[in-house]
């Protein structure tokens, strides 16, 4: 079926020169009007709505841009392209801040100026169908490969391929094509439990073999040769930060700075208490409750209080690579902190050393919609996560932070502690009445899962380098794909609290698989 024929009104007080123009744009599908000034191209856009309007800057009368704005009252939206023989940058930024969506410096040629259409008319489509024609030729591969034979680097490619197929999927529309790629999901997390709870173990029996960064590397391995290099670098920490929302709004931080990312994987169970302190003490769970018990430990401690010595932490781990550094710490975890930080911005970045922020707004959006029947319903699924994340860094202190460390010079690595997943299957366990309460991983002497495709378990914490609880011979249970875990005596009330909501301290690509963006200031 043909496309529908595009309208285009052209002002320009020099019209019998454009005949040719109006031909070549005729025969590529778009009818031409005309008008000599802003007065008739009032009257003939009152009469007649169009898609796009060519406007002239420099004719006798109203110059181009009152024109614009004029024609804008008549037509809302109108989408304008500014054609000038100017090319004082004064008359560019002019337009540009009225929005007019394309500037032409005359002299023009048809194929330019039937390109600026189509750009404007038909750029979005042409984009969405290359994305899907692209997709559906790789999805055929990943389909028929599978995810079996990955390695560790096999496996942090295609998390962070999907990843960025979904955002491109949703952003272009393709919700069917989404559809077929989230359908991969269920195999592709099923194969990444098998992987882990095989390899995991090896990995800590043989830290210097063959394996990912974790946690613990993200202070030697990423941050410090950024150091080095510059003699003072940011840390950015934002819990629970997944790969796609981090590619979401990658693009807000572009404008300041260069951007390489890499990946990690965070240790286990990928939660905040467990992921986050690893990070800031460079050691594993278990060898932070050894060597610094006071701080963190086993016994009844909640997760705020289990957080509460990230700085120290992160001092400790200096002092142990021989690094006597001055650091900086703030965690923002309120509208009163962020304003405080915003209030005090120039002060709370280091000039020498090393500054360290966490943000925990991500985390008490996923954590609150279980709470709340609104949030459910604006962040009701992956890509609407993803576009309240990006709304909230368009406004956010940690934004206005990123633009001082660029302002300054400073490099910054952004991270993530770990991310989270949709979950919607509840997974019955059985368990003593010391297991803990966790939705995505427990602590527990005899503690099994009713399907152990739900799960993976490990008869000892010593086997994840975890501490353990005074007195337990306890195992470790981890919610694998989307289960939560629910008990059999509160199985509805679990089902109706927690289904869809997002959560995290299991083993899923999206709750291990995390992105570390070295961010390099522009200019």
């Known amino acids: 079926?043909?496309?529908?024929?595009?309208?285009?009104?052209?002002?320009?007080?020099?019209?019998?020169?454009l005949e040719s123009h109006r031909l070549f744009l005729r025969d590529n599908g778009y009818d031409v009007l005309a008008a000599t000034n802003a007065d008739d191209a009032m009257a003939m856009l009152a009469r007649h709505p169009v898609d796009v309007v060519l406007l002239d800057e420099q004719m006798p009368g109203k110059r181009g841009l009152e024109a614009y704005r004029d024609l804008r009252e008549i037509q809302p939206g109108l989408a304008v392209i500014m054609v000038t023989k100017s090319e004082d940058p004064a008359t560019l930024r002019e337009a540009l801040g009225a929005d007019v969506k394309d500037y032409l410096v005359k002299p023009l040629n048809p194929r330019q100026v039937l390109a600026a259409l189509t750009r404007l008319l038909e750029g979005a489509k042409i984009r969405s169908q290359l994305v899907a024609q692209r997709f559906v030729d790789r999805f055929r591969t990943i389909e028929l490969a599978g995810h079996r034979d990955l390695d560790w680097r096999g496996w942090m490619d295609r998390a962070a391929e999907v990843a960025r197929w979904d955002v491109e999927l949703a952003q272009a529309g393709e919700y069917g094509l989404l559809e077929s790629l989230r359908g991969l999901l269920p195999a592709m997390q099923r194969d990444f439990a098998a992987f882990i709870g095989e390899q995991y173990p090896r990995w800590l029996d043989d830290l210097d073999g063959d394996r990912p960064p974790l946690s613990v590397d993200?202070?030697?391995?990423?941050?410090?040769?950024?150091?080095?290099?510059?003699?003072?670098?940011?840390?950015?920490?934002?819990?629970?930060l997944r790969l796609d929302q981090w590619l979401a709004l990658e693009s807000l931080v572009t404008p300041y700075f260069d951007v390489e990312t890499t990946h990690y994987f965070s240790v286990l169970p990928t939660a905040t208490p467990y992921a986050r302190n690893a990070i800031f003490a460079g050691l594993f769970p278990g060898e932070i409750a050894a060597m610094h018990p006071d701080w963190w430990g086993p016994g009844d401690r909640d997760e705020i209080s289990l957080n509460a010595h990230e700085k120290d932490l992160l001092v400790a781990q200096l002092a142990s690579l021989d690094r006597s550094l001055p650091v900086r710490y703030a965690k923002i975890t309120s509208?009163?902190?962020?304003?405080?930080?915003?209030?005090?911005?120039?002060?709370?970045?280091?000039?020498?050393?090393?500054?360290?922020?966490?943000?925990?707004f991500v985390d008490l959006l996923t954590h609150g919609r279980s709470e709340s029947a609104i949030l459910m319903e604006v962040a009701r699924d992956e890509q609407a996560l993803r576009q309240l994340t990006r709304q909230w860094v368009e406004r956010s202190a940690l934004l206005a932070l990123l633009r001082e460390a660029s302002r300054r010079g400073l490099p910054v690595l952004l991270t993530s502690d770990h991310g989270s997943i949709h979950c919607q299957t509840p997974a019955t366990v059985f368990a003593r009445r010391d297991?803990?309460?966790?939705?995505?991983?427990?602590?527990?002497?005899?503690?099994?899962?009713?399907?152990?495709?739900?799960?993976?378990?490990?008869?000892?914490?010593?086997?994840?380098?975890?501490?353990?609880?005074?007195?337990?011979?306890?195992?470790?249970?981890?919610?694998?794909?989307?289960?939560?875990?629910?008990?059999?005596?509160?199985?509805?009330?679990?089902?109706?609290?927690?289904?869809?909501?997002?959560?995290h301290g299991g083993v899923t690509p999206e709750e291990v698989v995390l992105p570390l963006a070295l961010l390099t200031p522009r200019g």
């Not at 993200?218 to 629970?240: I, N, T, Y």
């Open 1 to 17: 079926m043909a496309s529908p024929r595009r309208s285009v009104l052209w002002v320009d007080d020099e019209a019998e020169l």
């Open 218 to 240: 993200v202070v030697p391995e990423f941050l410090l040769p950024l150091f080095d290099r510059h003699k003072a670098a940011l840390l950015v920490v934002v819990d629970c």
């Open 335 to 360: 509208a009163h902190d962020a304003s405080e930080l915003e209030r005090r911005i120039a002060s709370a970045i280091a000039p020498e050393g090393i500054s360290a922020f966490v943000f925990n």
């Open 435 to 503: 297991a803990t309460n966790a939705l995505r991983f427990k602590f527990g002497e005899d503690i099994r899962a009713e399907h152990p495709e739900h799960a993976l378990r490990f008869a000892s914490p010593d086997a994840l380098r975890l501490p353990r609880r005074p007195g337990g011979h306890e195992a470790v249970l981890l919610a694998t794909g989307d289960a939560f875990f629910v008990y059999p005596t509160k199985l509805r009330e679990y089902q109706a609290r927690y289904r869809g909501a997002f959560l």
